[in-house]
């Protein structure tokens, strides 16, 4: 891993850190945040991540999601993911099984390529179970579709999620 890559990377997890805070900040006194650990699975050419999230609730039934994952292409190439996202749940909180719909902005950074920047929208819908209040296991599958950035990577991936709220 050079120093380019090195160097984003810690600027991406700064990043996430601090746009985790502001939205810790902004959430309403009543609710609770919850952070967690996550899996993924991409379409892409960096095939396996790992990552954190964090769940805010603002709004009756929507959540604000913040995340980054760290994806990897053949345990030494590492390709930073962030995104900040709208979720919408559809039944209510109490519920043992929680279906949601939701959308976002996305940032991934590729360090083996001309241009590393690829941004653009995130579409994605999950399951959320809650067994017991202290750990919500959850599903997710997402579509992130390219806006932007760079032009050698697919228009689109395809992410298969799974991880933990605590």
């Not at 298969?160 to 605590?166: A, E």
């Given at each position: 891993m050079g120093f380019h890559t090195l160097v984003?990377?810690?600027h991406a997890l700064r990043a996430l850190a601090v746009l985790t805070s502001l939205l810790a900040v902004a959430r309403?006194?009543?609710?609770?945040?919850?952070?967690?650990?996550?899996?993924?699975?991409s379409t892409g050419e960096y095939p396996i991540g790992v990552g954190i999230r964090e769940c805010i609730p603002t709004l009756d039934h929507i959540d604000l999601l913040a995340s980054g994952f760290l994806f990897f292409r053949a345990l030494r190439v590492v390709a930073p993911d962030l995104g900040i996202d709208a979720a919408y749940g559809f039944r209510p909180s109490r519920a043992a099984v929680q279906p949601y719909l939701g959308v976002g902005f996305g940032l991934t950074h590729y360090?083996?390529?001309y241009r590393p920047e690829w941004y653009g929208l995130n579409l994605f819908s999950g399951i959320r179970f809650a067994p017991q209040p202290a750990v919500a296991p959850f599903l997710e599958v997402r579509?992130?579709?390219?806006?932007g950035g760079n032009t050698f990577e697919p228009g689109a991936r395809l992410i298969?999620?799974?991880?933990?709220?605590?």
């Open positions: 984003a990377n810690a309403p006194s009543h609710a609770q945040a919850r952070f967690g650990i996550q899996l993924g699975s360090p083996v390529t579509l992130k579709i390219r806006t298969f999620v799974v991880g933990l709220l605590f």
